[in-house]
């Protein structure tokens, strides 16, 4: 996900020629747009990391739930 921000902050800084940034090519900032789309389309999914964040989730709401139904209710 940081790498989003930074293609965000690349193209924004490129367009108002900010600094150094107004003579950075369009090219090194679609060059990580590709990276990106790589990364997130099939590097991702081929180690599992998509599946591994979904899977902490569903483990926190599971503990969650057990120990909301093994408190005592209050009176």
């Known amino acids: ?3 989003i921000v930074v293609i965000a902050a690349l193209c924004a800084l490129r ?3 900010v600094w150094r940034f107004a ?3 369009w090219w090194w900032i679609v060059g990580l747009m590709v990276f990106a789309f790589v990364w997130f389309q099939f590097v991702e999914p081929l180690l599992g990391l998509d599946k591994r964040k979904a899977h902490n989730e569903d483990d926190r709401r599971r ?3 057990a120990r909301k139904s ?3 209710p209050r009176k």
């Open 1 to 3: 996900m940081p790498i």
């Open 63 to 65: 503990r969650e739930r």
């Open 23 to 25: 003579d950075v090519s």
């Open 15 to 17: 367009f108002f020629e």
């Open 70 to 72: 093994l408190e005592r």
